[in-house]
DNA sequence: GATGAATGAGCTTTCATTCAT
DNA sequence: AATGAATGAAAGCTCATTCAT
């Protein structure tokens, strides 16, 4: 369909061309986050993109190269927020109980409040990961940080390497994804908090033990 | 399957006609099972369904009025296999630890084997939940057989209800969910196996917290 | 798509079987007749039709054989309600002028009260005539037949033949087409019962010139 | 018209490319009316459209969204040349009876010699006009500016405002729609010709009236 | 860098119809 | 007479992409 002219107007001097070059770029990237998260890569189209980007068709083309650069690049956009915001949850001082409580409660506001994020990266891998080697190491990666980040989150917020602090990461990264899910399927509040009570108290006693043991070893 | 002979012989008597949609329809779900978990949904034409079973497109608008119509059909298929996975997995007999390895390796080998159950349910999950009220109930409804599943297994085995089956439930689910979209991303065997030890791990270290709380209150 | 049983219940005796044959033979005529008139008859499909007659798709074809012979009966069944609603309005008694209003008052609520007699017939002779002649007979039969019926009314109702009675038949049918397709596109009844005031002005200058002259020719 | 030659040769300016996307919109215009007129809007298909007017599918739907979308520029397009006919046969000079003649001609030409233009607007009136209030409005608009268009000829013709103008609009566009359906039912010129003889007779009784009137006011 | 236009393959769905009981 | 199932053609439309400016 022919519309009226979407953007602003035509930029004089190179450097403001460079710019809204990238500010268009920026646009397309957001809606694609936006759209994939929604729908999935297969049901979003380059259309619904456009009309979403507020930008014309062509220009996807021009900076991507097709519907699959965008990939990689979503990957990317959404890498950054999701390793922010487990960093931000891992817990770094008070009491243990406490530091337990602020990461788990971190994890359940990134999954009640931010859930596209997670669930554009579970939609990207169950859609596609078969067919594009790119794709599958960027979503690897991902998962390797959120998951190195925890570890590492855990052992400096203690002070030392703690052994069970990979079971805890991959313990708590299944609960994300699972939650992420079950979200969707059953939006309940209530569902997706039990949910997350749950992951604490199984992170206790895991924990608890761990304790225990210490104790016992040197007391 | 018995396939490649297109249904054009003449079925004799008004009941072996019946029986006939039946199977044509039985066909067009097996397809669309296997299509589904291997693309996920958008990406699966009526075009390829019919190819692969081997059924001209109008069967498909008979017998499930749209496309739309193949999805609660499909993840009702789906649902009993995953069901029987889970319940031939859940501990009976033999010492605890032993049930224990027996329950995380039928989960692992669910997994590793027919991970394109888990997988369909999971697709749809991401791929379609938002939109259609029908498919979320079905979705809820298998999530919640399978937690009761585990649940009443662990129940069952152990003679007496136990406090953190639920949990256990919960726990070994989002092992699952999160094993197959960790494989789908990093199919190395090793990797899924590492992922279920860690299960293992997990859920002894929750349910030894709990054998040491009996044995202190009952020696 | 599968559906439950519509009908009734198996008739058992064969003239209970004839009867129930007619009946189903009318309500698809009926709706039929209502279908056309809403939308044409090439927008009119097969399983439109069967879903507002409430009958199965194959009895179609058993009582007209194809889409195609459901328009003549169509037109046919459609003519005596038309012919009829002609000659209940056609002036019979009283004075003239009472008279000519019962009459340009009976096409003006065919028009408003039952629209879709005139609109079927319309919408048949523009869509299809060209192709069909058995269509094109049938409704040159009842345009005619229209006609007839206005001319002897008036020759009828004055006792003896009026030279301009064919005149004004052909003015009466037209603005009664005429009418039809404005309603259709402007629907406020103000604008129709202009439009048939019009007509009874223009009935009332044609008829009022040879009053006048007969009076010159025998006072 | 030089069609046959596909438009894949190079097109040189800017504005060339725009002026050559404005030339097949309007041969897709060109051949929408052509269809429409001949088999009306349904029976008319995108693929039909496509072939004669020697462009691809996916054009029809970049010029007007969808096929919906044809609907109204091809009224307009109509529209124009209607009123001109109109326009042209409206009596302007010489003696009161041979301008009638001239009138009465113009619109018996009109239906004898392109019945498709009023074959269109009718068949979309009848065909549709429920659905879409656009095309009512587009509808609408023509019918009332093709009476405006008769009136005003009729007033500038006599120097004067004439109490029966709008009577004989709506006199002559209802004898013209009436004609148009007649034709179709039964082709035959004579008939064709008797209608505008009495539309001819109709017109001449409708003005008499008034002329004696006025002899009889001012002699 | 942005834009209007075009392109062809492919999409889901509906069509009228037929068959065998 | 009615019914469930099947059939192939064609419908309207969307897809990702390319081209030339």
């Known amino acids: 369909m022919p519309a009226g002219s979407?953007?602003?107007s035509a930029p004089a001097s190179p450097s403001a061309r460079r710019a809204q070059g990238e500010a268009t770029?920026?646009?397309?990237l957001d809606a694609a986050v936006e759209l994939i998260a929604e729908r999935g890569f297969a049901a979003t189209s380059i259309d619904a993109l456009c009309q979403r980007a507020n930008v014309v068709r062509t220009a996807?083309?021009?900076h991507f190269g097709a519907k699959e650069g965008l990939v990689v690049p979503v990957i990317e956009r959404v890498a950054s927020a999701w390793i922010d915001e487990i960093q931000r949850a891992v817990f770094r001082e008070g009491d243990p109980l406490a530091r337990l409580d602020r990461f788990v409660d971190g994890l359940r506001q990134l999954v009640m409040e931010r859930p596209h994020l997670v669930r554009l990266l579970l939609a990207?891998?169950?859609e596609r990961s078969d067919q594009d080697p790119a794709t599958r190491a960027a979503l690897r990666s991902i998962f390797e940080r959120a998951r190195t980040a925890i570890v590492s989150g855990i052992d400096t917020s203690l002070g030392q390497p703690w052994p069970e602090s990979a079971l805890i990461a991959r313990t708590a990264l299944a609960?994300?994804?699972h939650a992420v899910a079950q979200q969707l399927v059953d939006p309940r509040p209530a569902e997706t908090r039990q949910h997350f009570a749950d992951l604490r108290t199984a992170?206790?006693?895991m924990i608890g033990a761990r304790l225990r043991e210490r104790e016992v070893a040197a007391p």
């Open 124 to 126: 990207l891998a169950l």
């Open 6 to 8: 979407r953007n602003r």
């Open 60 to 62: 996807i083309y021009w």
């Open 175 to 177: 609960f994300v994804s």
């Open 203 to 205: 992170l206790l006693l």
């Open 25 to 28: 770029r920026e646009r397309i």
